[in-house]
T-cell receptor, first 112, second 112 residues
Framework: DSGVTQTPKHLITATGQRVTLRCSPR?????VYWYQQSLDQGLQFLIQYYNGEERAKGNILERFSAQQFPDLHSELNLSSLELGDSALYFCASSAPPNYGYTFGSGTRLTVV | EDKVVQSPLSLVVHEGDTVTLNCSYEVTNFRSLLWYKQEKKAPTFLFML????IEKKSGRLSSILDKKELFSILNITATQTGDSAIYLCAVGAQGGSEKLVFGKGTKLTVNP
C-alpha cells in the first residue's frame, strides 16, 4: 500500500455520462497530481493542487475539472465522456520539495 | 514544449543478462530526472537524479545523468523475471509546479 488511495478501482460508463474519481493523498502530503495514462500517450499530466489551490494545469480538457478539499483529498470530475477518455487515471501526492512522488493504484475508466 | 524520449520501447532478455535503458530529454530549466518502475498498476519510485556524473545505485539497479548531453541511463545487472515491468523516465522543471513530464516507457520482459 503506497499510502495514496484512489477510488473506485474500476469504472465502466456510457458515452455522455459524468463520473467522479477520488483520491486521498499520503498523510502529510500537501500536493496532489492527476495523470492520465493511455496506451499510445503514456502518462500525461492533467492538473496539480497544492494545499487546496490549483498550482499547475496540463493538457486537461475543458470537460474535466478537479478540486482539492480542506482535508486534502481531491476529486477529478469527467463529464460528457467520450470513448477516447477510456484510460487509467492516476493520482499522486508529494510533500515538496521532494519530487519522488507516490502514485495511487489508479482508476481504470472504460467508456462504452 | 518539454519532451522525454525513451529507448528502446521494448526489450526481451534472458535471466542473468544486463540491460541498459535510455532516456533523453528536452526541458526548460531542468530540475531533476526520475525513474519509475510500473508493474501491474502504480508506478513506483526508483531514483531521482539532479547532478551530472553521480551514479545512484540500489542493488542491481543503477542510474546516471548527463546534463550536458541531456540523457540518463538505467542499468539492471543480472536480470531476474521480477524485473519484468515498464520503466518510466520523467523530468521535472524548476518553477512553481512539481509536475513531471514522462516518457512513454520501456517495456522490459525477462524470460527464465
Amino acid at each position: 500500500d503506497s499510502g495514496v488511495t484512489q477510488t473506485p478501482k474500476h469504472l465502466i460508463t456510457a458515452t455522455g455520462q459524468r463520473v467522479t474519481l477520488r483520491c486521498s493523498p499520503r498523510s502529510g502530503d500537501l500536493s496532489v497530481y492527476w495523470y492520465q495514462q493511455s496506451l499510445d500517450q503514456g502518462l500525461q499530466f492533467l492538473i496539480q493542487y497544492y494545499n487546496g489551490e490549483e498550482r499547475a494545469k496540463g493538457n486537461i480538457l475543458e470537460r474535466f475539472s478537479a478540486q482539492q478539499f480542506p482535508d486534502l483529498h481531491s476529486e477529478l470530475n469527467l463529464s460528457s465522456l467520450e470513448l477516447g477518455d477510456s484510460a487509467l487515471y492516476f493520482c499522486a501526492s508529494s510533500a515538496p520539495p521532494n519530487y519522488g512522488y507516490t502514485f495511487g493504484s489508479g482508476t481504470r475508466l472504460t467508456v462504452v | 514544449e518539454d519532451k522525454v524520449v525513451q529507448s528502446p520501447l521494448s526489450l526481451v532478455v534472458h535471466e542473468g543478462d544486463t540491460v541498459t535503458l535510455n532516456c533523453s530529454y528536452e526541458v526548460t530549466n531542468f530540475r531533476s530526472l526520475l525513474w519509475y518502475k510500473q508493474e501491474k498498476k502504480a508506478p513506483t519510485f526508483l531514483f531521482m537524479l539532479t547532478s551530472s556524473g553521480i551514479e545512484k545505485k540500489s542493488g542491481r539497479l543503477s542510474s546516471i545523468l548527463d546534463k550536458k548531453e541531456l540523457f540518463s541511463i538505467l542499468n539492471i545487472t543480472a536480470t531476474q523475471t521480477g524485473d519484468s515491468a515498464i520503466y518510466l523516465c520523467a523530468v521535472g522543471a524548476q518553477g512553481g509546479s512539481e509536475k513531471l513530464v514522462f516518457g512513454k516507457g520501456t517495456k522490459l520482459t525477462v524470460n527464465p
